[in-house]
């Protein structure tokens, strides 16, 4: 079957989170879909409502070796709670050797290539590494999470990973995501307690205060509102050919 992922995306609009997981999983094998997740809120809620429904995706992190602590304490209460196994994926180590000792521990603060570059060493290549061999990965975006993420389709192409990416939540707001976790009993990062809206690599991230951009603390030495550590960017890089299951 080919599906057309445009004319699919539009139809979803209408659709629930769940019943965008639903759609995904009729459609697809679940030995090919895979969830990314740094377990933060809106990936806890993504996760727990994927676990309800009974669907059982390939579920992976990464570990940049600068998350806070906080993150793998809810790491371990994901494990314990669900019965999961969460794959992990991380920097290469000759990689991160040559990164370490040719800037410093903090090279990253020096410049924006400084930053892209460790970015792309702890994170874009290992998640490269984990959508190897996958058809679908399901993310946990929000559209209201930053300009550069207004326009999130549910479905996509994406050319750099050559696989569709399917974003359930891209209607949720902050609230939405809070009202479900607390309803339903969900583990959550308690850095989120302590005013960090989002949770990435401990340097790299810092508390705001309520009222600001949800976002300001990532990168917080940057300006500009479209910091991102190019995961979620489409470079227009073809990595691997496209599936043949649906098209654009
Ligand atoms: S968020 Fe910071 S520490 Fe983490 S990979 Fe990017 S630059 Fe490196």
């Known amino acids: 079957m080919t599906l057309d ?14 019943e965008i997981l ?3 999983f009729e459609h697809f094998d679940a030995s090919k879909v895979k969830m990314s997740t740094s377990f933060g809120a ?8 994927m676990h309800s429904r009974g669907h059982r995706p390939k579920i992976f992190t990464i ?5 806070f602590q906080e993150t793998y304490n809810v790491w371990q209460k994901v494990i ?6 969460i794959e992990v994926y991380g920097p290469d180590p000759a990689d991160l050797h040559e990164l370490v000792e040719s800037g410093g521990p903090n090279m990253f603060y020096q410049s924006v290539e400084n930053r892209r570059k460790c970015c792309e060493i702890r994170k874009v290549r290992p998640l490269n590494k984990a959508l190897q061999d996958t058809d679908v990965w399901i993310t946990a975006l929000r559209r209201d999470q930053a300009p550069s993420r207004a326009t999130t389709p549910i479905l996509s192409h994406s050319s750099q990973y050559d696989l569709l990416k399917v974003c359930p939540l891209v209607n949720w707001s902050e ?20 005013g960090y809206p989002t949770i990435g690599c401990s340097p790299c ?4 205060p309520p009222a600001s ?9 940057e300006s500009g509102d479209d910091k991102e550590c190019g995961i979620h960017i489409e470079d227009g890089k073809i990595v691997r050919k496209k599936k043949a299951n649906f098209v654009i």
């Open 42 to 49: 809106d990936g806890m809620a993504l996760l727990h409502m």
């Open 80 to 85: 314990d709670q669900y019965g999961v196994k």
């Open 22 to 24: 639903d759609w995904t």
């Open 5 to 18: 992922i445009i004319e699919e995306s539009k139809r979803l609009e209408d659709s629930g989170a769940g």
């Open 63 to 67: 570990d940049t070796g600068r998350l």
């Open 213 to 221: 951009d949800r976002r300001a603390g990532r990168w917080w030495w």
């Open 175 to 194: 609230v939405n995501a809070w009202e479900y976790i607390r309803n339903n009993g969900i583990p959550y990062n308690e850095l989120h307690d302590k």
């Open 205 to 208: 991230c810092r508390p705001v």
